[in-house]
């Protein structure tokens, strides 16, 4: 995948096979939005930015996700960008920066970012003009060749579903609240629980 600063997406096309595979992995993360949050009722999944041309319905939200009567209702996801200290809104995409990212920052905190990972100011290119990769360069996780920080960036995505994908980062950046209520929610899927329950006892032990 290729991010641009103007928020264009090279398309790279894959299999059919490739392609309901991602669709079942990010509908099957959407029902878990919708139970805890309702943010993408009656959105559209789009994976044409990464297998082509292609737009699959996202699973909407029905009357069995409502909360119950007297049930509290799921708090909003809270981060903090981990490159510009500044708070994502709600209304804007999440950008997960992989391991090089770190390695040239840091003192990052977690690796959520806001759009500015793709602005002008924190772009960088992993070879130098003569020798190659530059020393220490970690290779991309999302693409086969990396050329620059855009590489280095996973696919946008919303608030909820990087703070249930990535709960060890978004602990650090405030979503906290959030993966509590998350954890505790019956409806969440039992693997997923074990997983939020896991990083949340991480965090209390490096907090205690």
């Known amino acids: 995948m ?16 490739d392609v309901l595979r991602v669709y079942r992995e990010i509908s099957a993360t959407h029902r878990t939005e919708n139970r805890l949050s309702g943010d993408v009722s009656g959105t559209v999944v789009q994976i044409g930015s990464l297998y082509g041309n292609v ?3 996202a699973t909407g939200k029905t009357s069995n996700d409502k909360p119950s009567e007297g049930e509290a209702a799921s708090p909003k996801v809270s981060l903090v960008c981990c490159l510009c ?32 990972a793709t602005d002008a100011r924190w772009h960088w290119r992993c070879r130098s003009t003569w020798r190659g ?6 290779r991309s996780q999302f693409e086969r060749r990396c050329v620059d920080s855009l590489s280095h960036i996973e696919a946008p995505r919303t608030h909820a579903v990087a703070a249930l994908r990535y709960p060890a980062s978004a602990l650090l950046q405030g979503a906290e609240e959030y993966l509590r209520h998350a954890a505790s929610d019956p409806r969440t899927p039992k693997t997923l629980t074990a997983r939020l329950h896991a990083s949340l006892e991480e965090w209390e032990a490096n907090n205690t």
């Open 55 to 57: 737009s699959l319905p």
């Open 133 to 138: 990769y530059l020393r220490g360069h970690i």
């Open 85 to 116: 200290q500044e708070h994502i809104p709600s209304s804007s995409d999440v950008y997960p920066l992989d391991a090089e990212w770190q390695r040239r920052h840091p003192n990052m905190i977690g690796f959520l970012a806001c759009r500015c």
């Open 2 to 17: 290729r991010l641009y600063p103007d928020g264009r997406v090279q398309s790279i096309h894959g299999s059919t096979d």
